[in-house]
């Protein structure tokens, strides 16, 4: 079977592990810091503030900039998720309002999120679905539009766990002045095992999180002969040297993985575009994706399912659509364009591992049909 997904570990991770743990010194530390001013350099931004997972990232990100208050503040967020994005809304006491999904995209329709901004929008979180950079230009005069309605203009948090490695007009996510929250799961471009970070806009921003992630206390103060005052308290969730060494071992090569899957989905682009019942989501030229996954549109999507099971190639829609949970039931509204592409996306193996030979026997499964 050609797996969906795959761990891409670097080689020399398991010494770079060892030596940490042989080190003594195995929490939030010096590697943990290294790590941080590795990725600020790559992503050309060096607010960051790395976490234990990116749901961490994401509800930390939340507590930061839309929690308290009234118990009416809304988060505006997409249905089409891993549900990991949206439970952190509802961690921090915040009502989800859905925003419909573009077809074309499976990013969230910036029409519907327009139209749904209102005095009571706390926060708004758009997910780079598969890696495609939602277009962020559109939704900074979005935000420019509220500001004049509403006199505020309210905090974006972009969820990239997908999207490592992906550009917007030529500069990577993270560095367009919204709040961007990184995944380094086990089956990210960029695995440290499990782990996160934020990457933020401002130095304040970047000081508050790097101090909440560990209860609200500095990690360089002297506790135990000068215990420091907690302004703010915090959480538990940074990152351990443990995990920072997998990341700094795996960082150079996230490079070529990323490169491979863009490669893989160039391919496909080409050999699958005008295949009967398949339908390609939007290529524009002002953005890169990373391809972590190749999303489809397809008609008889259990068929096609079950010609590719049987021809040993594994694929799935990934992710369900997070608003028909019993736990959300609330929040229900008229989404049509999710409701138009919900049960036609699926995924196809599209990662480093994918050899010449598989791609090709998947093209030709695919197109010979279902």
Same mark, same amino acid.
């Given at each position: 079977m050609i797996p969906l997904f795959k761990v891409p570990m670097s080689e020399s991770a398991p010494a770079a592990v060892a030596e940490v743990v042989g080190s003594g010194q195995i929490g939030q530390g010096a590697k943990v810091a290294e790590f941080e001013r590795a990725l600020g350099e790559r992503i050309g931004n060096p607010r960051v503030a790395t976490v234990n997972s990116g749901t961490s990232g994401l509800h930390l990100a939340l507590h930061m900039v839309a929690a308290g208050g009234d118990d009416d503040g809304e988060v505006l967020s997409t249905p089409l998720t891993?549900?990991?994005?949206?439970?952190?809304?509802?961690?921090?006491?915040?009502?989800?309002?859905?925003?419909?999904?573009?077809?074309?995209?499976?990013?969230?329709?910036?029409?519907?999120?327009?139209?749904?901004?209102?005095?009571?929008?706390?926060?708004?979180?758009?997910?780079?679905?598969? %890696?495609?950079?939602?277009?962020?230009? =559109? #939704?900074?005069?979005?935000? &420019?539009? !509220? /500001?004049?309605?509403?006199? *505020?203009?309210?905090?974006?948090?972009?969820?990239?766990?997908?999207?490592?490695?992906?550009?917007?007009?030529?500069?990577?996510?993270?560095?367009?002045?919204?709040?961007?929250?990184?995944?380094?799961?086990?089956?990210?471009?960029?695995?440290?095992?499990?782990?996160?970070?934020?990457?933020?806009?401002?130095?304040?921003?970047?000081?508050?999180?790097?101090?909440?992630?560990?209860? %609200?206390?500095?990690?360089?103060?002297? =506790? #135990?002969?000068?215990?420091? &005052?907690? !302004? /703010?308290?915090?959480?538990? *969730?940074?990152?351990?040297?443990?995990?920072?060494?997998?990341?700094?071992?795996?960082?150079?090569?996230?490079?070529?993985?990323?490169?491979?899957?863009?490669?893989?989905?160039?391919?496909?682009?080409?050999?699958?575009?005008?295949?009967?019942?398949l339908e390609l989501t939007e290529r524009a030229q002002d953005r890169e994706s990373s391809f972590w996954i190749y999303p489809i549109k397809v008609e008889d999507r259990a068929g096609f399912m079950k010609r590719m099971d049987e021809a040993q190639i594994m694929v799935s829609n990934v992710h369900e659509r997070n608003d028909t949970h019993t736990c959300v039931r609330r929040y229900a509204t008229l989404l049509p364009g999710l409701d138009s592409v919900a049960e036609r996306v699926v995924c196809l193996p599209v990662g480093w591992w994918v050899t010449e030979e598989q791609r090709a026997h998947i093209v030709e499964t695919v197109r010979r049909g279902w």
């Open positions: 891993m549900e990991a994005t949206n439970w952190t809304i509802l961690a921090n006491r915040l009502r989800i309002k859905w925003v419909d999904v573009d077809p074309a995209t499976l990013n969230v329709d910036l029409d519907d999120l327009a139209r749904k901004i209102s005095p009571r929008t706390r926060a708004i979180v758009v997910v780079h679905f598969s %890696g495609y950079p939602v277009d962020l230009g =559109r #939704l900074a005069k979005i935000l &420019d539009d !509220a /500001e004049a309605a509403f006199g *505020f203009r309210p905090v974006v948090i972009e969820d990239c766990a997908h999207a490592w490695g992906a550009t917007y007009q030529g500069r990577r996510l993270g560095t367009h002045g919204n709040v961007a929250v990184f995944s380094f799961q086990a089956i990210k471009h960029l695995t440290c095992g499990d782990g996160g970070a934020l990457v933020l806009p401002d130095d304040e921003l970047h000081h508050r999180a790097t101090l909440l992630r560990w209860f %609200g206390i500095s990690r360089a103060a002297d =506790r #135990l002969r000068n215990p420091p &005052d907690v !302004a /703010e308290w915090g959480y538990k *969730f940074h990152m351990t040297d443990i995990n920072a060494a997998i990341g700094l071992a795996n960082l150079e090569w996230a490079e070529e993985v990323v490169a491979r899957h863009r490669a893989h989905a160039a391919h496909y682009d080409r050999e699958l575009a005008g295949v009967p019942g």
